[in-house]
């Protein structure tokens, strides 16, 4: 029997394994390959500051440096390289939020995620940056694609993964097991994303997914080793001269596909920054598992305890999911409390 089948192989279904791998747990994870999931879609930045008030991320302190000491592990373990640290170039658009940040950015709390207070300014014939704006240091990149293709390629070379949709037609429940085909398991978990909405046994769980659209352009001669972050973030690719472009926010839409709307806005918000020429050489867009309280989904089904949700990961997905995968893993081998924040009791009444 297996301790645990995973349904779904985005960021989330990966942490959840390889913590549970690294547990010695018996493990299977059910995926059906999918290069429009948020993952692949997904920018990959860790950012410590965040928002339009430049607001430091919830438990940035732990969850980043974790993430980065996880991806890390797994570059040397796979002999590839999927993460690049990055300085953020944040941009301010008036005066008075460049002042309000200068009283702020004073404390050690900030200061420790900052090159220095001074305020930085671009080449304006590249950017339009008039009140300049501030370096973060801490931000990184994940290469979600890269990622994603050798830890499926490492799972698969362990017979770990079979590329599949999970069918509920072949699962069963029963005390103390489920089983699903012919396997059987001490327990299941959804690590399904957005896709999450269709699962029968979590339709309690109030999630709020936000599509999100991104292009990809070439810029000539422009700032290859930094992410601009304003209107829009520009963020260079491997590709010399190709930047990623993100990303929208919608809470009204029709289907997961790249769409004309997208892409104007993502244009209306490059053009209020971009002095420099570009042009258009991909879009793609996905779902985020986003959640009203904007906190993940992570814990048991109420009456039945051998299944499990890991999700809500919403728009940081690549720092949460390290740190809260190696969270539930201890919860379900040691028996740890699961922060309260996160757990989906809370939204049993
Ligand atoms: C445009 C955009 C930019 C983003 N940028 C960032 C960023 O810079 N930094 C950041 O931290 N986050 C970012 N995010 C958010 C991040 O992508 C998500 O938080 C994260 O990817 C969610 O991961 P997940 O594993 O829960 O879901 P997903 O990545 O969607 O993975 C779910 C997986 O489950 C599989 N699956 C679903 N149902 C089934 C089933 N029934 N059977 C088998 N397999 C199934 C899917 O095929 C998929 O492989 C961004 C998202 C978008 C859309």
């Not at 690294?22 to 860790?46: C, E, H, M, W």
């Not at 607001?55 to 373990?77: G, H, M, Q, S």
Request: glycine letters at 6%; one cysteine or more.
């Amino acid at each position: 029997m297996l301790d645990f089948i995973i349904v779904g192989q985005g960021i989330a279904g990966s942490m959840l394994s390889w913590f549970l791998l690294k547990a010695n747990q018996k493990i299977l994870v059910l995926d059906r390959f999918n290069p429009s999931s948020a993952t692949y879609v997904a920018s990959g930045i860790t950012n410590p500051i965040t928002g339009r008030r430049f607001v430091k991320t919830w438990l940035a302190d732990d969850i980043i440096p974790f993430a980065e000491n996880t991806y890390n592990e797994c570059e040397r373990i796979f002999n590839e390289r999927f993460l690049q640290a990055l300085p953020i170039i944040r941009l301010f658009d008036s005066i008075k939020a460049q002042n309000d940040w200068s009283t702020r950015c004073a404390t050690p709390e900030y200061l420790r995620y900052l090159k220095n207070e001074s305020i930085v300014y671009l080449d304006k014939q590249k950017i339009k940056n008039d009140f300049g704006g501030f370096e973060i240091n801490g931000g990184s990149r994940l290469d979600t694609g890269k990622f994603l293709t050798s830890y499926r390629t490492f799972l698969k070379q362990k017979s770990l993964l079979s590329d599949e949709a999970f069918d509920s037609s072949e699962f069963k429940t029963e005390a103390g097991s489920i089983s699903y085909k012919n396997i059987k398991a001490r327990k299941i978990i959804f690590c399904e994303g957005a896709a999450a909405l269709q699962n029968p046994y979590f339709k309690f769980l109030p999630f709020m997914p936000a599509k999100g659209e991104c292009l990809t352009v070439k810029i000539p001669n422009f700032y290859g080793d930094r992410i601009i972050s304003a209107e829009a973030f520009i963020m260079p690719l491997i590709n010399k001269d190709e930047y990623y472009i993100g990303s929208t926010h919608q809470w009204n839409f029709h289907d997961a596909l790249p769409s004309e709307e997208g892409k104007n806005e993502l244009m209306g918000n490059l053009s209020a920054i971009l002095n420099a020429h570009y042009e258009i050489i991909g879009q793609s867009a996905a779902i985020r598992p986003t959640v009203k309280d904007r906190r993940p989904l992570i814990g048991f089904h109420p009456e039945h305890e051998n299944i499990g949700i890991f999700n809500g990961m919403g728009t940081k997905g690549i720092s949460l999911a390290p740190y809260f995968a190696k969270h539930f893993v201890r919860h379900m081998i040691e028996q740890t409390d699961l922060m309260k924040e996160i757990d989906i009791r809370r939204f049993l009444s």
